[in-house]
Each structure stands twice: as structure tokens, then as C-alpha cells.
């Protein structure tokens, strides 16, 4: 008995000892904050339109830039004309870097063999000012297959802006 009350008095000392007075502990408040901005929307003025191609017996491209509707026909023949597609980031916050992306390929399907074109953008971000908007185009490579088969071919691609 003697031995447990000799451990229950090292036990009491040993917490005294491990436990901080008043007078060595403090306490202080922060504050947590957050700033919402407004969401980034983006708006489409015209779709990417390679034009009117006529076939050949070889396979060929048609190339749009991104820096005008002027494109480059390989191969096959290029008639009328064409033209970029046109976004624009119509609202964010001022002052604040967009990032811009966009799907790498689109497949065009119609009555013959699918095409792919491959697509590039004007711009991989913006600094958005609400006074001056800027267009963000998107041009790229059709492949087009030898004998393609006439007719309408259609596909779509998606570009999206957010915040960097």
C-alpha cells in the first residue's frame, strides 16, 4: 500500500509539473476572409467554317489561321470562303488573367469518311478589361480525304475560359 500511495504522489507531482500555469499562457484572434469575384462568361460569334472544298483523287488539307480567314488549300481546291470561329470573354472581373483552352481536335462527320481537323487558338489567355474585349479565334487543319464524298459535314468542339 505504501508503494501504490509513493506512485500516486509521483503521478500528482509528474502532472503539476507538466501542466502551464496562467501567468505563461496567451490567446489571440484572426480573422478569415475571402473575396468573391464575378463569374467568367464566355459567348461564341461565329462557328469555324472551312468552307466549300472540292475533293481530289489524293488526300489534301485545308489550313485557316487563327490570324485571318485566308486558308491554305493542299491538294484539293478551295472555292468561296470561310472563316475563323469568334469568342469573346463578355464578363469577369477586371484585371484578372482568362485562360483559354479549347478542345485539340474536332471530327467532322457528314456522308463519307469522317475528317479531323486539328484546331489552334489566337490566344492561351487574356487579361480581361470590361472597356476593351478582346476576340479570342479559332482556326486549325482539316484533313480531307481523297474522293471525299460530297456533302455537308458537321462537328463540334468546345472552348472554355476560366480563371488562371
Given at each position: 500500500m505504501l508503494n501504490k500511495m509513493k506512485i500516486l504522489i509521483a503521478g500528482v507531482a509528474a502532472a503539476a509539473?507538466?501542466?502551464?500555469?496562467?501567468a505563461y499562457a496567451d490567446t489571440e484572434n484572426a480573422t478569415a476572409t475571402v473575396q468573391i469575384i464575378g463569374a467568367v462568361n464566355l459567348q461564341k460569334f461565329a462557328d469555324l467554317d472551312f468552307g466549300t472544298i472540292a475533293s481530289a483523287a489524293t488526300a489534301g488539307t485545308v489550313a485557316l489561321p487563327t490570324a485571318s480567314n485566308t486558308r491554305t488549300c493542299t491538294t484539293v481546291t478551295c472555292v468561296g470562303t470561310a472563316s475563323r470561329a469568334?469568342?469573346?470573354?463578355?464578363?469577369?472581373?477586371?484585371?484578372?488573367?482568362?485562360?483559354i483552352s479549347h478542345s485539340p481536335t474536332v471530327s467532322l462527320t457528314g456522308p463519307g469518311t469522317a475528317m479531323s481537323a486539328t484546331l489552334a487558338s489566337s490566344a492561351?489567355?487574356?487579361?480581361?478589361?470590361?472597356?476593351?474585349?478582346?476576340?479570342?479565334?479559332?482556326?486549325?487543319?482539316?484533313?480531307?480525304?481523297?474522293?471525299?464524298a460530297a456533302g455537308t459535314y458537321n462537328g463540334s468542339f468546345t472552348v472554355t475560359a476560366d480563371y488562371q
Open positions: 509539473a507538466m501542466s502551464s500555469t496562467a469568334r469568342f469573346q470573354v463578355v464578363a469577369a472581373t477586371n484585371g484578372y488573367v482568362i485562360a492561351a489567355s487574356i487579361t480581361f478589361n470590361s472597356a476593351s474585349l478582346q476576340d479570342i479565334f479559332v482556326g486549325g487543319t482539316l484533313n480531307v480525304g481523297a474522293n471525299q
